[in-house]
């Protein structure tokens, strides 16, 4: 028999949650973003459940490729741009939208021999500071790209950093305005503009976490009135039971005494299969559908978890990690990180079917 860990991916949560997001955005299109591939889930498990976007936006060109080879012949844009000259030729090829966030880019648009012109999303650093031409010297390079014959259209693109906090994005989004590019469709929100800024919803949207049912902020409960579900369950079982005595320790380090006598399972999970090295005792998982909680250290194949609510859980009892019952998020938080950052790094080794 193999090891009881599994994957599931819920193809109908990816539509549900697409139309979700179409309620929200109104006359915007959407680019759903499947960089990464598809945030762990697999694109060429996911993709056709999003057949009814306007266009995928991911980083690889493989991916746009494996896109266009399965049929797929709406718009695909590349986040990053392009990292070599010799890759507008694949840009050319199968068509695809490339985001300008550098000189030497325009340059290389200017000078590859096309057969066809390029459509460009040019990346305006509007307070993100990692990518973008800033607001003095971006009319200037809007005026460049324009008359470039190499370029088709070009679209305003920039980046919230704090679209899901209470920072939120009225200093970038005023920086955006006077600029005053009204001749330019624009591509301004992410999955927190979406949800919480309708202001900057404009021509196009790019909505990541949420298509997968997590939360932009890390926390579950800013999304819990959203409709939104989860899009992968991480499951497994109990391997092992055990009553412990009071002040017995448990696993590497010893990190974690029991304060009585304690029922404890052994779960044939660790992080080798994904699951957060540093979650800690007390973070949720589901025994048999009964919250309960993780304790002592998490190792590389196994994690142990108290029994004590649910009596009745015995070797084979099914445990949740993540999922329809257990977001991802709260798991993340006891971990200190974020929900896109476990779904990322579900390990090969775990099978995934779908449902």
């Given at each position: ?15 549900h949650n697409?139309?979700?997001i ?8 959407i680019?759903s973003?499947?960089?990464?591939n598809?945030?762990?889930?697999g694109?060429?498990r996911?993709?056709?459940?999003l ?10 060109m ?18 990053e741009?392009?990292?070599?000259a010799?890759d ?5 090829k199968?068509?695809l ?8 880019q325009l340059?290389a ?11 460009i999303y ?8 990692r ?8 009319p ?7 008359g ?11 980046h ?6 209470e920072i939120?994005?009225?200093e970038?989004?005023?920086?955006v305005r006077q ?8 591509c301004l929100?992410n999955?927190g ?18 298509l ?9 409960r800013d999304?819990?009135d ?5 899009t ?9 039971v ?11 380090g ?44 998490v ?5 142990t978890?108290?029994?004590t ?7 084979g ?11 991802v998020d709260?798991?993340a938080e ?7 950052e ?12 779908v449902d």
């Open positions: 028999m193999p090891r009881p860990i599994l994957a599931t991916i819920h193809l109908d949560a990816f539509r697409l139309t979700i179409r309620q929200k955005v109104g006359y915007s299109k680019w973003v499947v960089k990464a598809a945030y762990g889930h694109l060429d996911i993709w056709q459940s057949m009814q976007t306007d266009g995928f936006a991911l980083l690889d493989n991916e746009a490729i494996y896109l266009r080879k399965q049929g797929w012949q709406g718009p695909i844009l590349l986040l741009g392009f990292f070599k010799a507008l030729q694949i840009i050319n199968y068509n939208t490339t985001t300008v966030h550098s000189h030497w340059k648009i200017e000078e590859a021999a096309f057969d066809k012109p390029v459509n040019l990346k305006l650093n509007s307070g993100m500071n990518l973008g031409f800033t607001p003095d010297e971006y200037q390079i809007v005026s460049m790209a324009s470039i014959k190499n370029i088709s259209s070009v679209t305003l693109m920039t919230f950093a704090n679209s899901d906090n939120g994005v009225s970038q989004f005023t920086v600029l005053k590019m009204d001749s330019l469709q624009h929100a999955s503009a979406v949800l919480w800024h309708p202001e900057t919803h404009a021509d196009w949207v790019r909505p990541g976490i949420i997968y049912g997590a939360s932009p902020s890390g926390k579950w999304i819990a959203t409709g939104l579900r989860p992968m369950s991480l499951r497994s079982e109990i391997i092992a055990h009553e412990l005595a009071k002040g017995a320790k448990i696993g590497y010893s990190h974690y005494t029991t304060q009585r006598v304690t029922r404890v399972g052994t779960v044939a999970c660790g992080y080798a299969d994904g699951y957060p090295r540093h979650a800690s005792t007390g973070s949720p998982v589901i025994v048999d559908g009964i919250r309960t909680c993780v304790l002592g250290a190792s590389m194949d196994m994690m978890v108290d029994l609510p649910c009596p009745e859980a015995t070797i009892s099914s445990v949740e990690l993540w999922g329809k019952h257990l977001p709260e798991v006891f971990a200190g990180t974020i929900g896109y476990l779904l990322c790094a579900l390990a090969r080794r775990v099978p995934v079917v």
